[in-house]
Nanobody
Framework: QVQLVESGGGLVQAGGSLRLSCAAS???????MAWFRQAPGKEREFVAG????????YYADSVKGRFTISRDNAVNTLYLQMTTLEPDDSAVYYC?????????????????WGQGTQVTVSS
């Protein structure tokens, strides 16, 4: 079992920055971690992902060049640095972990989820 706890959300003006954190704990080995987001009335969408055992990262086109995913293996924490935030980035952001398999943008392929953290970008 894996537990994921997100933090770092909040209210920020357009053009501002936020850094989200996701602390992972548990005994199950994780191969892939990712950030998803879900805005009201919309489906949950992939934002960025990282393979736990190498440096490969993946981004949705909408956040490329603005968001950076990173991790600190020593403390089992995944980060999402968000810059040049836009009102359309407002959503609940979720951390997700996958036990097996390669990177996937499909939320159905992830085994564990955090509780989410709200990000609101004002115009």
């Amino acid at each position: 079992q894996v537990q994921l706890v997100e933090s770092g959300g909040g209210l920020v003006q357009a053009g501002g920055s936020l850094r989200l954190s996701c602390a992972a704990s548990g005994r199950t080995r994780i191969y892939t971690m990712a950030w998803f987001r879900q805005a009201p009335g919309k489906e949950r969408e992939f934002v960025a992902g990282s393979m736990w055992l190498d440096t490969t990262t993946y981004y949705a086109d909408s956040v490329k060049g603005r968001f950076t995913i990173s991790r600190d293996n020593a403390v089992n924490t995944l980060y999402l640095q968000m810059t040049t935030l836009e009102p359309d980035d407002s959503a609940v952001y979720y951390c997700a972990a996958r036990k097996l398999g390669s990177m996937s943008p499909l939320n159905s392929n992830y085994d564990y989820w955090g509780q989410g953290t709200q990000v609101t970008v004002s115009s």
